[in-house]
């Protein structure tokens, strides 16, 4: 599997930061561990959404990363120009080195 992981992601997690006007304002910060694992890349289908009377184009992946416990559904991935929103993870087997992360590019985060 190890040569699988061919792509490198960024995983990001939601920070707050100064807005210049004595307020906070949401922002992006890569983890500070381990930011940018190998991936390996698997692409769904696109499809289509609809969001306040909108249609919106998504489109689905598994990232398939190292295990790790640090990630949350809230954290984000960047990976070919695109920012990926974590739906959901999964592991192979209960003991397995890999974890599978499901994400969705297109929508808002």
């Known amino acids: 599997m190890i040569g699988a992981l061919d ?3 960024t995983i ?3 920070t707050r930061e100064a807005d210049g006007a004595g307020g906070t304002r949401d922002a992006w910060a890569a983890l500070a561990e ?3 694992p190998f991936a ?3 692409l769904g289908g696109p499809a ?3 969001r306040a009377g909108r249609r919106i184009a998504t489109q689905a992946a598994t990232f398939t990363i190292r295990d790790r416990t640090d990630l949350t559904a ?3 991935i960047r990976w070919d120009g695109r920012i990926w929103n974590i739906t959901g993870f999964t592991k192979p087997v209960a003991r397995a080195r890999y974890l599978r992360v499901q994400a969705v590019a297109g929508e808002a985060s």
Request: aromatic share 0%.
């Open 48 to 50: 289509e959404v609809e």
């Open 7 to 9: 792509e490198v992601i």
């Open 40 to 42: 390996r890349v698997d």
């Open 12 to 14: 990001e997690r939601r």
């Open 34 to 36: 381990d930011a940018q």
């Open 74 to 76: 809230s954290d984000r």
